[in-house]
């Protein structure tokens, strides 16, 4: 295990400022880069830079940066901006500090241009597929050319506290079930609380792979995760009807065998038990 004197979470969102609490409560100090650090929690050092310009301040002690960008809109030119000229920048601060850290880089599942329901494992090429989606490869091969030491991890869908899209579409009654029994795309999730700690164990690990995707262990059809909640919720099942634009994605099935089998237990391990987790009004959405 490594123990590093300081942590810097490049890009403190709500994922990252995740991170950084977990890290803070094991002793580490941890100094968060984001463009308001004021809205940060004690006991994260905040400092306020924009990546997509700045080349931030890394202090000679950082022995593990960590990467969680996020774009403010999916304009492709916003994703260039973030995750390429944001991770080039926090790069180039690494490069000036003298420091050698272990880094991990955030990036996302949609780099695989996958619809036909096949299992995707960190060997399955990845391609891109839309606009948004060539801007986190063009990013990921920044990394690998810049630090080829560093580690990605490739998320799938994000849910948690605050991020309730799904839940408030069955609750608003606005959710369509797909029109035709086995149309319904297969979906792909992890809970936020178990990306951070995901972050925090490959950030510990010794002799980590170049790249792991984290998902949970259940890919499953996105009109099971719906009639699920309905139920939870004690309200009636959807309708058959055309599925909205963010529902209607690839159809994949995505294997967390690699992170599993360096020893990572997920809190979360289904849909099921982060949903309910998500109902019972547990944890809260960081600023």
């Given at each position: 295990?490594?123990?590093?004197?300081?942590?810097?979470?490049a890009?403190?969102?709500?994922?990252?400022?995740?991170?950084?609490l977990?890290?803070?409560?094991?002793?580490?100090?941890?100094?968060?880069?984001?463009r308001r650090?004021?809205?940060l929690p004690?006991?994260?050092?905040?400092?306020?830079?924009?990546?997509?310009?700045?080349?931030?301040?890394?202090?000679?002690?950082?022995?593990?940066?960590?990467?969680?960008?996020?774009?403010?809109?999916?304009?492709p030119?916003?994703?260039?901006?973030?995750?390429?000229?944001?991770?080039?920048?926090?790069?180039?601060?690494?490069?000036?500090?003298?420091?050698?850290?272990?880094?991990?880089?955030?990036?996302?599942?949609?780099?695989?241009?996958v619809s036909?329901?096949?299992?995707?494992t960190?060997?399955?090429?990845?391609?891109?597929g839309?606009?948004t989606?060539?801007?986190?490869?063009?990013?990921?091969a920044?990394?690998r050319?810049?630090?080829?030491?560093?580690?990605?991890?490739r998320?799938s869908?994000?849910?948690?506290?605050g991020?309730?899209?799904?839940?408030?579409?069955?609750?608003?009654g606005?959710?369509?079930?797909?029109?035709?029994?086995?149309?319904s795309?297969?979906?792909?999730?992890?809970?936020?609380?178990?990306?951070?700690?995901a972050?925090?164990?490959?950030?510990?690990?010794?002799?980590p792979?170049?790249?792991?995707?984290?998902?949970?262990?259940?890919?499953?059809?996105?009109?099971d995760?719906?009639?699920?909640?309905?139920?939870?919720?004690?309200?009636?099942?959807?309708?058959?009807?055309?599925a909205?634009?963010?529902?209607?994605?690839?159809?994949?099935?995505?294997?967390?065998?690699?992170?599993?089998?360096t020893?990572?237990?997920?809190?979360?391990?289904?849909?099921?038990?982060?949903?309910?987790?998500?109902?019972?009004?547990?944890g809260?959405?960081?600023?």
């Amino acid at each position: 295990m490594l123990h590093p004197k300081t942590v810097v979470i490049a890009g403190c969102g709500d994922l990252g400022t995740e991170a950084a609490l977990r890290f803070a409560d094991l002793g580490y100090r941890v100094v968060g880069l984001r463009r308001r650090a004021e809205l940060l929690p004690a006991p994260i050092e905040g400092r306020s830079t924009d990546l997509r310009q700045d080349v931030p301040e890394i202090d000679a002690d950082t022995a593990i940066v960590i990467v969680t960008l996020a774009a403010g809109s999916r304009d492709p030119d916003e994703y260039r901006a973030t995750y390429v000229d944001g991770l080039r920048n926090v790069l180039d601060g690494i490069d000036r500090s003298g420091a050698r850290p272990r880094i991990v880089v955030v990036s996302s599942t949609a780099v695989y241009d996958v619809s036909d329901g096949s299992e995707v494992t960190e060997e399955t090429p990845a391609t891109g597929g839309t606009p948004t989606a060539q801007v986190l490869v063009e990013a990921e091969a920044l990394l690998r050319e810049r630090a080829p030491g560093a580690v990605l991890l490739r998320l799938s869908g994000i849910y948690g506290p605050g991020r309730e899209r799904l839940i408030d579409q069955v609750r608003s009654g606005a959710a369509r079930l797909a029109p035709s029994p086995g149309a319904s795309p297969r979906t792909n999730r992890i809970h936020r609380d178990d990306a951070a700690a995901a972050i925090m164990h490959l950030a510990t690990l010794d002799d980590p792979a170049p790249t792991y995707l984290g998902t949970d262990d259940e890919p499953v059809r996105l009109d099971d995760v719906l009639r699920f909640l309905a139920d939870e919720l004690q309200l009636p099942a959807p309708q058959p009807g055309p599925a909205s634009d963010r529902q209607a994605g690839g159809d994949k099935r995505l294997s967390n065998a690699l992170l599993r089998s360096t020893g990572f237990t997920f809190r979360y391990p289904t849909f099921r038990e982060g949903y309910r987790a998500v109902l019972a009004g547990e944890g809260a959405r960081h600023r």
